[in-house]
């Protein structure tokens, strides 16, 4: 089962923020991060009373990177160094099929992994909301290690950039930042 | 966030199985695997006819060792040492309620833990069949790097002992397990 | 040799204190430093005067923590998870006399091993005193590496109430308590 | 100075090949082998009567994975997922040419990542050639860890495959390729 | 305390065995190990009889190695490179001497690590004894984890004839040594 | 392959820093820096109008540290507990020797390691600063990981002192150290 792999595939954000393999965060441990951020967040929105569909949200969380099982982590400084920018997007799915071949549910999850990636429903913003909360709260324990490089502190506002139209879309989301951004600046 | 923690808490089991610590696969990555693994069951139970809440199997394996961020993995070499059975679940269950104070969907969230331990619903042996699956192929994985301790060996049949219930009651694990097998024995 | 695992048990301490399992220090490391503290520890209260059994004293040292290769390292964070108190003692003892048996000098092993849980001689006590002195001097190194979260410095601050009445007990300890707490400080 | 870096880049294709990240060669140790396996090729070819400039040949052996310090290691197996065959040199160029901006040397550094890319030197060959070796060097360092996976197999193969040219046109790598095959069948 | 740094300094036998650093014993857990050995075998020896010191005996199996934390672990290859057979041992008191300056007992244990050396004493030659047993035990413990280098073997071979003298000399001795034998070899 | 081992061999000047064995530089990753620096060093000079012959520089900085395949690294700290100080020397040579055996080139590489070691040749200097600044880089690079140990501090001073006749003769040098003193200071 190639999924597996995920274990052993580095995020290759913090290499290059100068935390060594045998301390780097792993594929399947922020796969688990991101759903669980998923659970207390689709939670949180119900308790509010919205409407969002936690299965559908908790799916895509865990599925959201099986394709890197196939082409490894691929590092957002590279994304620059490539002609088109369709690239990545179409070498996970191409990915993402063949690791999906012969499975049971093959179409559900491909349709899944296309929702997150478009962005378009509630549900696939809000994993997107875990995924980018997910990268904070590891950049803190890297903080809390000892890691001071000045690529982590770039690396925290460019993931705070990207969070920006989730802390709009979302209250909890806003205030869970404002909290993470206390702890990372103390 | 405590639950990061469950990046750094490794399996025990494997550890007993002569498994370095640096190697050793840790909480998170195993029980993003089990989630892994449950997600494609309940497809394949679907697709069988047989109704089930994928939801809810999903979530109880996202959460069912979150309790090991406050008191660690208990080994199962130590159960027998233990006066009493109940001892390791009420330790379990006291942590998770302080883990989850003040978190949204609490009691929800315990609902679920005691469901999958409670072993009544389908979806509950469901995922405990997954969580054993994830065992036997972790097992392989370390056999493929090397690890031939006669501990593995026992493991192997240990899990295949306590999967039996659930080859009985699903055709889907009982020919996964036959495949596995093929595979660690080869 | 069931001992030689006590090379792959981490120490749970260091890894709830957001050490990585890949540098977390494991048990033998441990039980090695209590034992070398314990040398430095009797030579200069025998320099005072004192009369105390060192052989008994370091014996116990390398001793104290054998137990965990059958049962891991309990974490000082679940004890208040138990029932009562006394369990984790009764599980260690079950697992040591399994470890012993039908090894030479089981029966004054498995008594070095409650005197030491007695804390009632002085000897005893001393490795106590030796037991939290290397988690001060292993807190440091932790420090000097770049660890700086909160766990730790709540770790610091238990293990100096634990060492308090051996402070009181030992003129030697309390001079290297008052040591290695300006180096943590600084 | 970016080109640190390296030593924490994994080598995806071990990875891939079930070895773990705190185990897997970086692209340092990797770029290192080479430049040794080449300085030794080039040696010998000097014995032999060939004309080859070692000063070429061992400098493009140190750069040749310099652009990995941006985009990280390009696994072998992701390459067919991806579009256009062109995409992974286009992106290797554009880091290696920011990597290089300012340096000293950087056209003369450029024109020999190309000369390396074209394979229409003799010495851009010698250096594919110890590339290759290197892999199969390392291989057999992984099987005497340990590591049986079919992965390395098909690695191992797939290696001696791209060999193919380089053992025909130097008898040097012949000979080498026929001993390391030796070994590893072992 | 420099000792501490015994936690850090790899064995280099094991990694001239093809042993990652990642998973190399280091000093503190051999010496750990040794002691833990030295304690069985002085039981063993009182059981038959025989007299012997136990605290001198397991005193030197803690500190045999001490000299390490200044100097490194001096490679077991490396010895047939020195002009003069001395140099090593001379080296490690002086570094020894270093490390005791101004600690209590230091004469003391200069005279234990110099009985340790001198081989004239029976507590010296069994703690030898140990020091070989416990590189039997984990060259065991390697094969476990899947290690099979030619190097592993050899070094099983020079240690199985460095152990010669003591199987002679202690029963006992002989009687493991045959055990283990059997193991390594299965 | 001999050569191969040093990717397994920790430099030991980390080690007593307090960076675990893990996270250690080893041989070939400092090597392949090494060889790196004096790229762009030689580069430099070339463009400053030096005669510099960049073939003999490159190549004595891949097999500076060759002979620590045979005798590991021997600790800097170790130095002045030797009774000559020819000892580390001779041993190396005769490691080299050994390890070269039979190899193509032999006495050209013995020659390029004895001018290495004899520092007479514009060539030999510029490798040692090369070494030298390499040091400082990784310090950078351990600082940026959190380790703030005062043995890194005066690594740090003796490492700028070592350096100081090569700032002198080379203005490159010079710039370079003020530029990492900065970096590190701050």
Chains 1, 2, 3, 4, 5, 6 share one sequence.
């Not at 290499?15 to 688990?32: G, I, K, T």
């Not at 179409?90 to 049971?104: F, I, T, V």
């Not at 349709?111 to 696939?124: G, H, Q």
Request: aromatic content about 8%; hydrophobic content about 40%.
């Amino acid at each position: 089962m190639k999924l597996n792999r995920l274990k052993l595939i580095p995020r290759t954000g913090w290499l290059f923020c100068n935390v060594s393999p045998a301390n780097a965060e792993d594929v399947a441990q922020h796969s688990f991060e991101v759903a669980t951020i998923t659970m207390f967040l689709t939670d949180e929105l119900i308790l509010e009373g919205k409407k969002i569909d936690s299965r559908r949200a908790i799916s895509m969380a865990i599925l959201h990177d099986w394709a890197e099982a196939e082409v490894a982590d691929f590092p957002y400084t590279a994304l620059k160094h490539l002609k088109s920018s369709g690239v990545k997007q179409h070498m996970e799915r191409s990915a993402l099929e063949e690791l999906l071949h012969g499975m049971p549910g093959k179409e559900k999850k491909l349709a899944l992994w296309k929702e997150y990636n478009d962005k378009k429903t509630c549900e696939s913003r809000l994993v997107h909301a875990a995924d980018y909360l997910s990268v904070l709260v590891q950049a803190i324990k890297y903080r809390e290690q000892g890691v001071c490089s000045k690529e982590l502190d770039e690396l925290w506002k460019a993931v705070k950039r990207d969070l920006a139209p989730y802390v709009k879309e979302f209250k909890i989301v806003d205030k869970l930042v404002r909290e993470l951004n206390t702890i990372f600046s103390a």
